[in-house]
């Protein structure tokens, strides 16, 4: 069956940079987009980053655009987002999720990930 | 972009529908027929409900579906059941096909 878990999730400082894993199983990852998708707590669902299945280019929130990557390891079934510049706002749970036509089919159980001095 | 507008909560007894709405642009919501759906229950991963506007995943009760009007589409749970009580939100593809745009949520009561 499909899994998704993401990992790399923490509490750091402002300023610094964390580095989030989504593990993928149980379908051909290489042949499917992926999105990153957070929620700040008590708040929705916000769009970060979408990486299609060659992994060539990413697409990003305005919000976090210059400061994040995503990025993809096909071999290895890993989805990453590289997190740099963090802000108090990028607290968040991160989780990524699968691209299946225009809708995300299936997702992670998050990461929460903290910034706070 | 700004979020897809969501009424903030809505409410029915066991029993009776409720429809919940996402109005968009011409931009996202209007553009193309790649409106979804999500649950989400307290501490859980949001679950996919509804696709392409209307479509139904496998396994999810026929008792939830879609439709869209313009700008705005909707999201309709007839024969409500407690286990229905969650938040959710609306989803579009915009027109750049690039960028994702979500509504802001909706929680749903079940009295």
């Known amino acids: 069956q499909v899994q998704l878990v993401e990992s790399g999730g923490g509490v750091v400082q402002p300023g610094t940079s964390l580095r989030l894993s989504c593990a993928a199983s149980?379908?051909?990852?290489?042949?499917?987009?992926m999105n990153w998708v957070r929620q700040a707590p008590g708040k929705g669902l916000e769009w970060v980053a979408l990486?299609?299945?060659?992994?060539?280019?990413?697409e990003y929130a305005d919000s976090v655009k210059g400061r994040f990557t995503i990025s993809r390891d096909n071999s290895k079934n890993t989805l990453y987002l590289q997190m740099n510049s963090l802000r108090a706002e990028d607290t968040a749970v991160y989780y990524c999720?699968?691209?299946?036509?225009?809708?995300?089919?299936?997702w992670g159980q998050g990461t929460p990930v903290i910034v706070s001095s | 972009q700004s979020a897809l507008t969501q009424p903030r909560s809505v409410s029915g007894s066991p029993g009776q529908s409720v429809t919940i709405s996402c109005t968009g642009t011409s931009s996202d919501v209007g553009a193309y027929n790649y409106v979804s759906w999500y649950q989400q229950h307290p501490g859980e991963a949001p679950k996919l409900m509804i696709f392409d506007v209307n479509k139904r995943p496998s396994g999810v009760p026929d008792r939830f579906s879609g439709s869209k009007s313009g700008n705005t589409a909707s999201l309709t749970i007839s024969g409500l059941q407690a286990e229905d009580e969650a938040d959710y939100y609306c989803?579009?593809?915009?027109?750049?096909?690039?960028?994702?745009?979500f509504g802001g949520g909706t929680h749903l009561t079940v009295l």
């Open positions: 990486i299609w299945y060659h992994g060539n280019k990413g």
């Open positions: 999720s699968r691209i299946n036509g225009y809708r995300d089919d299936y």
């Open positions: 989803c579009s593809y915009t027109d750049t096909y690039t960028d994702v745009i």
């Open positions: 149980g379908f051909s990852f290489s042949s499917h987009g």
